[in-house]
């Protein structure tokens, strides 16, 4: 009965949004993502590089610097540097002479919080009598920037505990693609997983647009919805290997990438 007045008084169409936005907008934790003006460029030119921190893609808010491991660029030559901080919450990308694909990536430094009856602290669970929960996060970042015209893929795999690889570069992708994304564990491809994805613009408060599972290769299909700067998010979890100090090692990855 309440089923048929729900149907009666919204109708099945609102219902099947309701549920969707229920879908794609998962209770998730703060994340980090690689920043950047332009992910398009042209040779010779340097950007800016910060990294995004919270729900809501592209600005919520900025980690500082110091609670940033490392930032690195690597060019189409395989050559990684690294980037040092211009600021509080900034760095800035080397130049990128030479045209094609470059990555900067880097990780959060990794750390303890532990969720209490009252409150939460920042540590493990050592010691806190009113432990509900601690968890351990490893948080890796990557971004794909496109410099000059020549294409070329954007596979390469850095060997992140847990990581996100375009089989499909977003310089050959268009509104209405399918992007084929990769979700690696360990180096090796994840099954019965998740990954969620959105654009930017598209909720302001940390709804995701697009959720899909991974194939028997662990391929995220993504379908392009939009235009503009995207972020791919990825976390999955694992027993910490002192259960006495913590509960779960959390391992978390996005990649951020345009389409033109």
């Known amino acids: 009965?309440?089923?048929?007045?729900?149907?009666?008084?919204?109708?099945?169409?609102?219902?099947?949004?309701?549920?969707?936005?229920?879908?794609?907008?998962p209770a998730l934790a703060?994340?980090?993502?690689?920043?950047?003006?332009?992910?398009?460029?042209?040779?010779?030119?340097?950007?800016?590089?910060?990294?995004?921190?919270g729900h809501i893609f592209p600005l919520d808010d900025f980690l500082d610097t110091a609670d940033v491991d490392f930032l690195h660029i690597t060019g189409p030559d395989g050559n990684t540097r690294k980037l040092s901080p211009a600021g509080d919450q900034t760095y800035t990308a080397l130049e990128m002479d030479k045209p094609g694909v470059y990555y900067i990536t880097g990780r959060r430094k990794p750390g303890f919080f532990t969720i209490r009856e009252k409150g939460f602290k920042i540590g493990p669970k050592t010691g806190v009598k009113d432990a509900v929960k601690c968890s351990y996060s490893v948080d890796n970042m990557k971004a794909i920037l496109q410099v000059g015209d020549e294409?070329?893929?954007?596979?390469?795999?850095?060997?992140?505990?847990?990581?996100?690889?375009?089989?499909?570069?977003?310089?050959?992708?268009?509104?209405?693609?399918?992007?084929?994304?990769q979700v690696l564990h360990k180096s090796k491809p994840v099954h019965h997983f998740k990954a969620y994805a959105t654009y930017e613009g598209f909720s302001n408060d940390g709804a995701f647009a697009y959720t899909n599972g991974v194939d028997s290769k662990g391929i995220f299909n993504l379908k392009i919805l939009h235009s503009g700067k995207w972020v791919v998010y990825a976390e999955i979890d694992e027993p910490y290997e002192n259960p006495a100090e913590c509960d779960l090692k959390a391992y978390r990855t996005s990649l951020t990438f345009e389409i033109r």
């Not at 294409?151 to 509104?175: M, Q, R, Y």
Request: aromatic share 8%; charged share 20%; no cysteine.
């Open 1 to 25: 009965m309440i089923i048929k007045i729900l149907l009666t008084k919204i109708g099945i169409r609102t219902l099947v949004l309701l549920f969707t936005l229920l879908v794609v907008a």
């Open 151 to 181: 294409k070329a893929n954007a596979d390469k795999v850095f060997g992140f505990p847990l990581e996100l690889v375009p089989l499909t570069s977003p310089s050959e992708i268009k509104v209405g693609d399918y992007m084929k994304i």
């Open 30 to 53: 703060h994340f980090p993502w690689i920043s950047v003006p332009d992910h398009t460029l042209d040779p010779g030119r340097s950007t800016k590089v910060r990294v995004g921190w």
